[in-house]
């Protein structure tokens, strides 16, 4: 059961007329309650090579480790809502943002835009949405305590990619809660020609065509 | 005036508990309303050079030209609802999909995802919410009868890149209908060390860092 934002009344699920797929639609003031993928807007903070990770104290998967990440508010650019939610939860102020990964999470709706970052002066500490909040080195990741998937693949391609020295920027999708789609720019390029609509989309990185 | 969508009744604005900014809150059930940017997702369709272009039959803009862009929809990727939106309203399957272009549109809450993408046979024709689809190449673009900056600037951009022969992934803000961010990574790379937040974001290459 849904009510309509506009008037209160109960809506109906329907196909609008012009549409061609279910949407809450309110029978008195015909009001169509649209349901849109959320983008969620993050960092890689890093300072002196180091990664600084938070640990949850909120659901879903409190007590696990993520990178700071939200979903992005109104009258913010993806940077700025990155920008945000570190400060939010680990209290650190980002400088050098470097647009870094953007995945499309089909199983949850939403669309994650993640920043590599380093930290002004090193600082950080717990904000509300945290327990505790720590810098890392690679050996250091409590890879089976991460909380998302998501969280986990920026990660894994973050470390591969400082490793040879060059980051790319990614467009994927990730269509499980399991997957995180460890594809490098390297070894995705064998997309042939695609039926419409494609299924998936190789990783980019910004080389001459 | 606006009413809750799980109880139907009127709402109020303000402050969540544990929040930081006003919101539309029901004072019976709790639940909150939120309001976070909505994704835009489009193509620039491409034939033997030629850029496809749709004359728009619904407003905004109506009778402006556009390249084939809307809102994505849940359940679908990026590159999917890119090429949705490019049957929908130019009836043209697309191929070899590139991401191109992310641009935080600030003063409508949008974020515009752009690919570079091939026309599959060249076929393509108006759909319902065209009046009209052409074929154009660099010197029949028209210019002031294009709907949106977005636009305008995605197009200048693909047609700067294309004659250098090189394509990065752009990210940027667009913080006005007028403003089209016409900067290229050449030349926007004079950014500093942001204060937070970050004010705005350079385009990025994929360049080795």
């Given at each position: 059961m849904s009510f309509c934002t506009r008037c209160g009344a109960e809506t109906i699920l329907k196909i609008p007329g012009g549409d061609d797929r279910q949407r809450q639609v309110c029978p008195v003031c015909n009001a169509v309650a649209y349901q849109n993928p959320k983008i969620v807007v993050g960092a890689i903070p890093v300072w002196e090579g180091r990664i600084l990770l938070c640990r949850r104290a909120i659901e879903p998967r409190r007590g696990f480790w993520t990178l700071p990440a939200g979903f992005m508010e109104n009258d913010e650019t993806l940077a700025q809502g990155a920008a945000r939610e570190t400060w939010e939860e680990a209290r650190a102020r980002l400088i050098?943002?470097?647009?870094?990964?953007?995945?499309?999470?089909?199983?949850?709706?939403?669309?994650?835009?993640?920043?590599?970052?380093?930290?002004?002066?090193?600082?950080?500490?717990?904000?509300?949405?945290?327990?505790e909040t720590a810098l890392v080195d690679e050996k250091q990741i409590p890879w089976p305590q991460l909380a998302f998937a998501v969280i986990a693949g920026t990660l894994e391609r973050y470390l591969a990619d400082r490793r040879r020295g060059r980051f790319p920027m990614y467009m994927d999708e990730i269509s499980s809660p399991q997957g995180h789609a460890p594809r490098y720019p390297d070894t995705a390029s064998a997309s042939g020609p695609a039926a419409f609509p494609p299924i998936s989309l190789k990783a980019v990185s910004g080389k001459k065509q």
């Open positions: 050098d943002m470097e647009p870094y990964g953007v995945y499309t999470l089909t199983f949850v709706n939403q669309v994650y835009v993640m920043f590599r970052a380093q930290i002004v002066d090193g600082q950080f500490a717990p904000g509300p949405e945290s327990l």
